[in-house]
C-alpha cells in the first residue's frame, strides 16, 4: 500500500463528490502509465473513452458505460499460466483500467502499481516491497502536480464598498 499516497488522497478528499475531476485525471494517468501492458483491444478503448470524457468530449453516460465494460472485461481476463508475471502485469493493468473508469482512484493506483512491477520484475518481485517505491513515489508526485492544477479556487473575498 502506498501510505504516502493514501496521506495525501484523504488530505484532498479525493473520494468527494467535489473531487471527481481531480481524481478521474489522475486515475488517467496511472492507467496510461500501464496501457502498454493491456492486451485486449476492447480494454483499450475503454481507457480511451475516459480520456475523452476527462477532455470533456463524452459524457458522464459513455463514461459508466466503458465503466461497466470495461469491469466485465477485466473480471473475465484469463490471466497467465507462467510464473514470470507477463498475463499477471496484463490482468493487473486491466483492473486498473476498470477502477479508472468508475473514478476508484486509489484501487486504480494499486493495480497499475503491481501491473508496473509484474511487468517489470515477474512475479517475484511482487514479494519485494522496494519494488514498489519507484511507482509509488512516481504515483504521488502525479497526483501532487494534478492537485496544484486541479485545485479548487479559494473563495474570493470582496472588500466592502468604501462610503
Not at 24 to 40: K, M, P, T, W, Y
Amino acid at each position: 500500500m502506498n501510505e504516502a499516497l493514501t496521506r495525501l488522497a484523504t488530505s484532498l478528499r479525493l473520494d468527494a463528490p467535489e473531487s471527481r475531476p481531480l481524481a478521474l485525471v489522475f486515475c488517467l494517468a496511472c492507467a496510461r502509465r500501464v496501457e502498454h501492458l493491456l492486451e485486449e483491444p476492447e480494454v483499450v478503448a475503454c481507457l480511451h473513452v475516459l480520456a475523452s470524457h476527462v477532455d470533456g468530449q463524452v459524457d458522464a453516460g459513455a463514461l459508466q458505460a466503458a465503466a461497466d465494460e470495461a469491469a466485465r472485461l477485466s473480471n473475465r481476463h484469463r490471466g497467465s499460466r507462467s510464473i514470470d508475471g507477463c498475463g499477471h502485469a496484463a490482468v493487473s493493468a486491466s483492473y486498473g483500467v476498470a477502477k479508472a473508469l468508475g473514478g476508484k482512484a486509489m484501487e486504480a493506483a494499486q493495480y497499475c502499481a503491481y501491473a508496473a512491477v509484474y511487468a517489470s520484475g515477474g512475479y517475484a518481485a511482487v514479494a519485494e516491497r522496494d519494488a514498489f517505491e519507484p511507482e509509488y513515489n512516481w504515483q504521488l508526485q502525479q497526483l501532487q502536480a494534478l492537485a496544484s492544477r486541479y485545485a479548487a479556487p479559494e473563495p474570493v473575498s470582496v472588500p466592502a464598498p468604501v462610503s
